[in-house]
């Protein structure tokens, strides 16, 4: 069975200028979960403390798609396999040396926070791409490329990749690039820079976007957590019997 480590924040903060928490962005973990979950992979939810708290802004339902609304119904029902699965979050460290196929970092600003330093999430992604698996990260998630050395090769993971994440234009709209300058954090952007990266932009900030290098898939906001689980299963899939092939 394939094996997905589907990595959230622990970090839950004040961050919003109204003083709003920031956090696990909802959208951003619960639907590569269904994607995979969908496709019968065995989906573990990890945080580097084994606790998390949801970003203020992911659960609003205010002006929410139908499809997302339909989505919202596996959160609100607190006996629906996601549900289930978020009451049974692991600590990256009780499963950092088990073998993941796929490892997927969702996001939210409280990555910015931990993701750098989240060093037992850090292992499986580098575990998981040295053992011939995918991974993905969108939004916020390439925050845990930041100080992600690869041990096999003694360099960055992204070093030499195309990457994208969430642009500096949209910290931008959102008023947050104060804030993000305040508490010493590194955007997506700053991340690509700082890691040896080449930085793939949108067309638009808002747009379903992703990119895919070899076995490291990224997207850039939350409109593209779908389409980066989409795609992380389409690159597992060509891998396995590329693998299977030889």
């Known amino acids: 069975m394939v094996k997905v480590l589907l990595a959230i924040s622990s970090y839950h903060g004040k961050f919003y200028p109204e003083g709003s928490k920031t956090g696990v ?30 970003d203020s802004h992911s659960i609003l339902f205010e002006g929410l798609s139908l499809h997302l609304r339909n989505l919202y119904t596996a959160f609100c029902k607190k006996d629906s396999p ?23 970092a969702s996001a939210g600003h409280a990555t910015l926070f931990d993701y750098p330093k989240a060093k037992s999430l850090q292992k499986i992604a580098a575990d998981t791409y040295n053992n011939g698996g995918v991974v993905t990260a969108v939004c916020h998630g390439p925050a845990i490329f930041e100080n992600l050395i690869n041990p096999k090769t003694g360099e960055p993971l992204i070093k030499g990749k195309k990457i994208t994440g969430f642009t500096d234009s949209a910290e931008k709209t959102l ?72």
Request: net charge negative.
């Open 82 to 104: 996601f549900s289930k699965a978020m009451k049974n979050v692991k600590k990256a460290s009780d499963v950092e040396n088990e073998r993941f196929d796929i490892f997927f």
């Open 175 to 246: 008023h947050l690039t104060n804030t993000i300058k305040k508490h010493n954090l590194v955007t997506m952007e700053g991340v690509a820079k700082k890691e040896g990266a080449t930085y793939i932009a949108p067309k638009g900030d808002w747009d379903s976007f992703t990119v895919v290098d070899g076995r490291l898939v990224t997207g850039v906001n939350p409109q593209s957590a779908q389409k980066g689980a989409e795609d992380t299963i389409s690159t597992y899939e060509k891998t396995r019997n590329q693998t299977e092939y030889n």
């Open 25 to 54: 962005y909802l959208t951003e973990v619960l639907e590569p979960y269904m994607e995979f979950t969908k496709k019968g992979y065995d989906v573990t939810i990890a945080s580097e403390t084994g606790t998390f708290g949801w």
